[in-house]
């Protein structure tokens, strides 16, 4: 059946012809049904996902953008919420009750099942950036000193509510990690042999308290499909998988780049305008007070620039390539910072490049915007001035734009949380310092 667009879901409603909605639900993808019901009251959508069994809703509600989500379970009763929740990953469930009031979250779990609801509450009890709140409860695991015939037929009965089971966990009768075995070896193993014969010892494993962006280099680094996640007695509480760690990529560079432009990251395009004042307004109060800095810094040098106005012409260029040049440095070292290519103690020669790379370049642009100045102006030694400033303004933007996301790191902050303001006022303050100070001493010969 053809994907529904949202008016013919619509019409449909109104129709009552719900046993085309109902087969759209269930020969359609998950994820293009979510995409469809989008646009719907929550009330239309709960409608919709009555429709089919609880896993088919769970599914397609799975698919739902999270604020989506977190709107439907405002508006809907408890039971109809618990309902799909309980049939959901339970790293997924934990999010969104993690965004609901407590209370409401609270009324939600108590008519969920208890084994779902422990695991839920298991999962919600870590902090939101911890391996812990994005693991699933949902692994294979089987026992060391089962058969290999015991084994697999283990796992054909627990395989339909397994997240995975090409990777599959081996546990010591208190639950601990011994190994690892893969399903492949499971199969070519003869069947009297034990699991713990064939099952590889050295497995790789993270602490729940483990940062999810840590959690998500290592799998990327060792290509793994999915990671064990252990306590401090090494007992396998649970896995986190790709397509979690999918969307630990997508939250982080998201972050970033909101934290690069002075954004809070709960807003979204389509945010209440009266929240999204709320939430840009702080940052940029902060960015009217380092203007100010700014403008404080040219009003020292207003006699100099009322004795020759072509320093009013070219102390934008100045602030301007090095608030650009800036940017750049910012941008190479935040994400060297997430991508782990930079440590802490290895700085030092990030700093030093990006130093070099603002030098060079602003000898670069320094020439080119010199030689322009002289002839627009008719004065060599205003040229020379644009020359030096451009140099020294370069170097002042390599420096800051390295080192600020470097401290941020140091004091644990995120390191693009607010950087671009810092580095801009550097650049901003420098270069207009740097531009007057030097056409101030010099003033003799462009006048």
């Known amino acids: 059946m053809r994907n529904l667009l949202l008016p013919e879901i619509q019409a449909l409603l109104k129709e ?16 293009d049904v979510a995409d469809a019901l989008e646009g719907l009251d929550p009330e239309d959508i709960s409608q919709i996902l009555s429709l089919v069994s609880a896993e088919r809703a769970a599914e397609i509600f799975g698919h739902i953008q999270d604020h989506q989500q977190v709107k439907f379970a405002d508006a809907v009763d408890a039971k109809t919420v618990a309902g799909l929740v309980q049939e959901m990953d339970p790293d997924d469930s934990a999010d969104l009750l993690r965004e609901l009031d407590e209370s409401d979250a609270a009324e939600i779990l108590r008519h969920v099942r208890k084994g779902d609801r422990e695991d839920v509450k ?112 090494r007992k396998l509480l649970g896995i986190v998988t790709f ?37 840009r307004a702080p940052w940029l109060l902060v960015n009217l007070g380092t203007a100010i800095l700014a403008a404080f810094t040219v009003s020292l040098f207003e006699s100099t620039i009322a004795k020759y106005v072509g320093l009013a012409v070219m102390m934008p ?10 940017a ?3 941008t190479v070292i935040v994400r060297g910072l997430a991508l782990g290519e930079v440590s802490i103690h290895g700085a030092w020669r990030a700093l030093m490049k990006e130093i070099g790379v603002g030098f060079l370049n602003g000898a670069i642009n320094g020439a080119v915007m010199g030689m322009i100045a002289g002839v627009w102006f008719k004065n060599f030694w205003l040229g020379l001035i644009m020359f030096a400033s451009m140099i020294i303004n370069l170097v002042i933007a390599g420096l800051f734009g390295a080192l600020v996301p470097l401290v941020l790191r140091t004091l644990r902050l995120d390191p693009a949380l607010g950087s671009s303001i810092f580095v801009t006022t550097a ?21």
């Open 16 to 31: 009552k012809r719900l046993d085309v909605l109902k087969e759209f639900c269930e020969e359609s993808h998950p994820a």
């Open 122 to 233: 298991l999962i919600g009890s870590y902090p939101e950036d911890t391996a812990g709140a994005i693991m699933t409860t949902e692994f294979a695991s089987l026992r060391e000193d089962m058969t290999v015939d015991e084994a697999l037929e283990s796992l054909r009965r627990e395989a339909p509510d397994k997240e995975t089971i090409y990777t599959i966990y081996v546990v010591d009768s208190g639950g601990r990690l011994t190994g690892v075995v893969s399903l492949k070896d499971l199969i070519l193993a003869a069947p009297t042999k034990r699991v713990s014969d064939i099952a590889e010892r050295d497995v790789i494993s993270m602490s729940a308290d483990a940062d999810q962006a840590d959690v998500a280099k290592k799998m990327q680094d060792y290509d793994f499909l999915a990671m064990p996640i252990v306590d401090r007695s």
């Open 243 to 279: 397509d979690d760690v999918m969307d630990v990529m997508r939250d982080e560079a998201t972050e970033d780049m909101y934290y690069l432009a002075s954004l809070n990251t709960d807003e979204r395009v389509f945010t209440n305008p009266l929240k999204s004042v709320r939430l």
């Open 317 to 326: 260029i100045v602030a301007g390539m090095g608030g650009n040049a800036g």
């Open 328 to 330: 750049q440095s910012l």
């Open 427 to 447: 650049t901003d303050v420098g270069g207009f310092f740097v531009f007057l100070g030097l056409s101030t001493l010099l003033i003799g010969h462009l006048v």
